[in-house]
């Protein structure tokens, strides 16, 4: 068998391992990455789904009981969203608005995870 084959049986492996540690791996990727990799992915989902966005801040609201993380973005052009990434990797977009129709608030942590909140220097 290659080298490179072995790696990636190998990376397989630890993928599998990391699914059973962790209630939420796509979480806790995007939480291993730098403030500014965290700001442009979650821009990223944001465009894929249709919504252009230029994000200059990401914040991490927390996560539910159903491990479902939050995060906050917020846009260039004033508007403000939140991403929901279950713990199958799946993921929700809506506006900030409607966070406050559940009695929550944007940019505002809950539960018990501390807050990694980021800003992108746009120049």
């Known amino acids: ?14 993928a599998i391992i990391a699914s059973s540690t962790y209630a939420n791996v ?16 979650l821009s990223n989902i944001i ?3 249709g919504e252009p966005c230029l994000a200059i801040e990401s914040f991490f609201q927390g996560v539910d009981l159903y ?21 199958d990797s799946t993921h ?3 506006p900030c608005a409607a966070m406050q129709s559940i009695g ?6 809950f539960g018990t ?6 800003l992108l220097i746009v120049r």
Do not use: H
């Open 92 to 94: 929700s977009i809506f």
């Open 104 to 109: 929550a608030e944007c940019f505002k942590k």
């Open 47 to 49: 465009n894929a789904a």
């Open 113 to 118: 995870s501390q807050p990694a909140r980021t």
């Open 1 to 14: 068998m290659s080298k490179f084959m072995m790696t990636v049986i190998g990376g397989w492996i630890m």
């Open 26 to 41: 796509a979480n806790e990727i995007l939480l291993s990455r730098s403030s500014d990799q965290k700001t442009q992915i």
């Open 67 to 87: 491990d479902s993380a939050y995060w906050n973005v917020a846009c260039s052009n004033g508007k403000m969203f939140t991403i929901q990434i279950a713990s």
